[in-house]
């Protein structure tokens, strides 16, 4: 597995990995993890690959081995979809997939509303809540930051807490990530004309309802697998959504 890193449209140098060859698909992990917890642990990118695709894992700005600068100025509005244009420039991408999980699904549909056009995406972890209300989403996730034991939710901030001690995670990083969120709205999703699978756990309602994300979109179609937002990565089941998406 080749890993290396470029320099994004700011030169921030962010890391990204490589395994198989085939259709190149661009894999976006969630909040406060990284390619490793979310595609390789869990088998999701030994699948894709041995589905004839090549799989592209990027680490999101401020997560894993990519640049975790603490200066806001560093996290422009909508930067992650543009970290995620710049790599798709970087390497030259045509003819692709698209596949994000939760935050990165989020960055993976901002990206197909700011033009870039994959042969399909697949938004994993994700739904309607957690798109057009995505402010409430990220003010939650920084209530917990912030405040810890005192936040909203204490159980939630712990284990938020030790998702950054687990990925060695800035904290100011983190918030800096949530900031730069951009809202999407009903009229930028009707826009979007590509294919795309919407999958969620069936016990996932953290980012709202993945039918009524679907329902939003012009061409798209929603599917759930066993699992709840944290646990779904790891169902033999999603794997398989999403290749068979992929494939079809």
Known sequence: MARTTFASFDGA???YRVEGEGRPVVMLHGFLANARFNWIEPGIANAITEAGFQAIMLDLRGHGR????????AYPPDVLARDGEALRAHLNLQDYDL???SLGARTALRMLVRGARPRRCVLGGMGDSGILGS????AYFADAIENGEASQNPQAAKIIHDM???GNLNPKAM?????AQVHTTQAELQ??????????GADDNDNGSAEGLATRLRNARAERVPGNHLSEVQSPELVQAIVRFLTG
């Open 13 to 15: 140098r962010l890391s």
């Open 175 to 179: 918030l800096n990530v949530l900031k």
């Open 164 to 166: 950054i001690k687990r």
């Open 135 to 138: 402010a409430a989403r990220g």
């Open 191 to 200: 826009r979007v004309d590509t294919p795309i699978l919407v999958v969620s």
């Open 99 to 101: 596949v994000g999980y």
């Open 66 to 73: 990519s640049q975790a600068s603490e200066d806001p100025a």
